[in-house]
Each structure stands twice: as structure tokens, then as C-alpha cells.
């Protein structure tokens, strides 16, 4: 047998026997390294600073108040709008109230009916009752006027002639006028029971950064 045999034999034995003895003996503890405490890892020192809450101008401003610099600004005011319900200026009111408590936080924002004058509120509560002696009088006049011993005139017998359009226009005409008469057109803006707002004067609605400035001026001037 020549050396290249005895190798390419003797090779394989040696790395099996190699990994036999290596099986059945225990590894060395790992080396301790000294030179670890001579390197200790850095701790942030900054931490608790920058965990701290940022106060804005914005918080601090909420604490400012009419008495010793304490509350809100708006505390014992009162701003009272009083608008036409059946002019559909609800939700125009709801809009300056939200406006006005965010501006003035503290408020008390106070919504209510403005009432039309007393002549307006009158007829108003006559048209109802001319609106159904109408329709009753055009469906059963034929019983009614003899009755009454009364000739009928002759608008009843125009209007009898067409019932349902003389009914329908009668129900239309009497909803609009009573509708015109319970409307007052009015939106008015008090502060404290002073009146700032009138859109019966002006003929328009207040604008957005005029009532700021009209309400803050005024609850600067009562602070003072």
C-alpha cells in the first residue's frame, strides 16, 4: 500500500476519531474579559427632562380669568341670543353659541325666541280659524246658508265650482301669511341685558370676528 492509499484510509479514521473525542469532552468555561469594567455603558442623563410635559401658550391661557388671574375668561357673563324660530335661524344661533363658548370659555350662552309684535301675533292666531271656516263653508255651504236664512255670495259659488283647487289654494295662501306673521326677521346678540347685535338694525347677520371683538371688548371693560 502506498502513501496516497494509507492517507486517503488514514484521513477519514483520524477526523472520526476526532469527533468521538470531542463528543465526550466537556467545553472549557469561557474566558473572562477584564477589560469590560473599563467601559460601562452610558445611562441617558437627559431623560427625566425631556419627559417633563411642554406647557404651550395655549394651556396657560385657559387659566387666565377675571379674578386674581384664576378661571376662565367668560365666568359670570352672559350673552343672550334671542332669534326668529320660524325664520329658520336655529341653527345659525347653535353656531355663535359653539363659536362664542370656544372663544370665551366660561360663558353661558343663552338661546331664545324673539315673538313678532303683538298685532302680528294676533292675526296670526286668526288665520287658522278663517282657514277652516273656509273649507267648511266651500264642502257644506249647500246646508249651511239655507239654515242661516243668509244668500250665498258669489265668490262661494266660484269657489264651489273647482272644490279641491279652491281648497288647496285656501290652505297654501292662509300657511303663508301666517307664516309671514309669526316671523319677526330678527337676531339679537345681548351681553348681560346690554344689547350689542341688532340685525333688525343692520339687516344682516353679525359677523364672526366682529362679535369676538364686540364680546371681548366688553368682557374686558367689566373685568376692569
Not at 396657560?60 to 329658520?88: E, L
Amino acid at each position: 500500500m502506498d502513501r496516497t492509499q494509507i492517507l486517503l484510509v488514514g484521513l477519514p479514521i483520524f477526523l472520526f476519531c476526532t469527533d468521538i473525542f470531542n463528543l465526550f469532552t466537556t467545553s472549557p468555561p469561557p474566558k473572562s474579559t477584564h477589560h469590560n469594567h473599563n467601559h460601562p455603558i452610558p445611562q441617558p442623563q437627559q431623560q427625566s427632562h425631556l419627559q417633563q410635559p411642554l406647557d404651550f401658550p395655549t394651556q396657560k391661557q385657559n387659566g387666565i380669568g377675571p379674578i386674581g388671574g384664576v378661571g376662565p375668561v367668560g365666568v359670570g357673563n352672559t350673552v343672550s341670543i334671542d332669534f326668529c324660530t320660524s325664520c329658520s335661524y336655529k341653527g345659525t344661533a347653535v353656531t355663535v353659541k359653539n363659536m362664542l363658548e370656544s372663544l370665551f370659555p366660561g360663558i353661558n350662552v343663552v338661546l331664545g325666541n324673539y315673538p313678532p309684535a303683538l298685532p302680528k301675533r294676533v292675526l296670526s292666531k286668526i288665520i287658522p280659524v278663517v282657514q277652516t271656516g273656509a273649507v267648511i263653508a266651500i264642502t257644506a255651504g249647500d246646508q249651511i246658508f239655507p239654515r242661516l236664512g243668509v244668500t250665498p255670495p258669489q265668490l262661494y259659488y266660484s269657489l264651489r265650482a273647482n272644490k279641491f283647487r279652491s281648497i288647496a289654494s285656501i290652505w297654501l295662501l292662509s300657511n303663508f301669511v301666517q307664516s309671514f306673521l309669526q316671523s319677526s326677521g330678527a337676531f339679537e346678540v345681548y351681553f348681560n341685558g346690554e344689547l350689542v347685535f341688532s340685525k333688525l338694525k343692520e339687516n344682516r347677520f353679525p359677523g364672526e370676528f366682529e362679535l369676538k371683538e364686540l364680546i371681548g371688548r366688553r368682557i374686558g371693560t367689566h373685568v376692569i
